[in-house]
């Protein structure tokens, strides 16, 4: 099964841009759509971006929309968010995610640990 790890969380104030990183490893990454979900302490997962399993196909959440975008890089084995004008309400632990299915499905198995993004305002 493929592996997980995020980085490039951290510290913003409002406004500022941040990038996200996702490293997979011990699967065959091309197989899989990947996405982007956050968590805020006492809220639910929520979906953030998604993307299938080229990068010709993305989906986005309203709340983010024109502001994150999602990429992969197939021959690197990663996946990125990058994240510009970003407010407090998108505090959250980040996490990536894979599936074997619809990237815009609720059939996410394979998790990374997640990374805290703390935007201040």
């Known amino acids: 099964q493929v592996q997980l790890a995020e980085s490039g969380g951290g510290l913003v104030q409002a406004g500022d841009s941040l990038g996200l990183s996702c490293a997979a490893s011990?699967?065959?990454?091309?197989?899989?759509?990947m996405g982007w979900f956050r968590q805020a302490p006492g809220n639910e997962r929520e979906f953030v971006a998604s993307?299938?399993?080229?990068?010709?196909?993305?989906y986005y959440a309203d709340s983010v929309k024109g502001r994150f975008t999602i990429s992969r890089d197939n021959a690197k084995n990663a996946l990125y968010l990058q994240m510009n004008n970003l407010k407090p309400e998108d505090t959250a632990i980040y996490y990536c995610?894979?599936?074997?299915?619809?990237?815009?499905?609720?059939?996410?198995?394979?998790w990374g640990q997640g990374t805290q993004v703390t935007v201040s305002s």
């Open positions: 995610a894979a599936t074997t299915g619809h990237p815009h499905s609720n059939d996410y198995d394979h």
């Open positions: 011990g699967g065959t990454f091309s197989n899989y759509a």
């Open positions: 993307i299938n399993w080229s990068g010709a196909v993305t």
